[in-house]
């Protein structure tokens, strides 16, 4: 099975940089997903990695290192818009996902 | 509008009744899922289908059983349901289960067993 750490929650100013930690310990590995889940409202994929480095998307980046199990995702330029809960979640060999709790990011003006 | 549809948005179920969730999706993807999502516990896998005809166990699956008769419908059922089934249910799919494609999902499907 997958054990998947994220923080709870996460604050951060408007214009600012965040970024969200995912640990994970996996009986099988096949790549690292980041969605991102306003509430009341259906999860939306932002970035997948499945190889170690970097990955930048616009504003969005995230960070893969299999070897250390722990990935990250850095939102840059933060707008009020971007305040949602950030999941991470890690496909095994069979194809599936599981998902970490969710980190909810408040942004402040 | 292409995309997955869940019906019903919302329902109150009464324990013990049976209860059908419903996932359709027009985008001729293979694999289809269904997770629940509670507070604090993140999103978990009932059952999926990596292919129409064919059907899988994910991390909760008791009390849940699903079909795939076709590509496009892949139906959650409730035989019996209990308080600790209410959750936010959300259908996902994906062109292929494996390679970088992403799952999209539904706008969920908000259950409560009393």
């Known amino acids: 099975g997958q054990n998947i750490d994220q923080p709870t929650e996460m604050t951060a100013t408007e214009g600012a940089i965040v970024q969200i930690n995912c640990t994970y310990q996996?009986?099988?590995?096949?790549?690292l997903f980041w969605y991102q889940q306003h509430a009341g409202e259906a999860p939306t994929f932002l970035s997948y990695?499945?190889?170690?480095g970097l990955e930048e998307k616009g504003r969005f980046s995230s960070f893969l290192s299999r070897s250390k199990g722990y990935s990250y995702l850095l939102l840059k330029e933060l707008q009020m818009k971007d305040s949602a809960s950030y999941l991470c979640a890690v496909r095994d060999h069979d194809y599936k996902l599981s998902f970490g709790a969710g980190t909810t990011v408040t942004v402040r003006a | 509008i292409a995309g997955i549809t869940q019906a019903p948005t919302s329902q109150i179920l009464a324990a013990g009744r049976r209860m059908t969730l419903r996932c359709t999706q027009d985008?001729?993807?293979?694999?289809m899922y269904w997770y629940r999502q509670d507070l604090g516990l993140g999103l978990r896998l009932i059952h999926y289908s990596n292919t129409a005809g064919t059907t899988g166990k994910g991390e909760v699956p008791d009390g849940y059983s699903v079909s795939r008769a076709n590509t496009d419908d892949f139906p959650l059922t409730l035989a019996s349901a209990v308080p600790s089934q209410t959750s936010v249910y959300f259908c996902?799919?994906?062109?292929?289960?494996?390679?970088?494609?992403?799952?999209?999902f539904g706008p969920g499907t908000r259950l409560t067993v009393l």
């Open positions: 996996t009986s099988g590995f096949n790549g």
């Open positions: 985008m001729r993807h293979n694999a």
């Open positions: 996902a799919s994906s062109e292929v289960a494996g390679g970088p494609d992403t799952q999209y």
């Open positions: 990695n499945v190889l170690d």
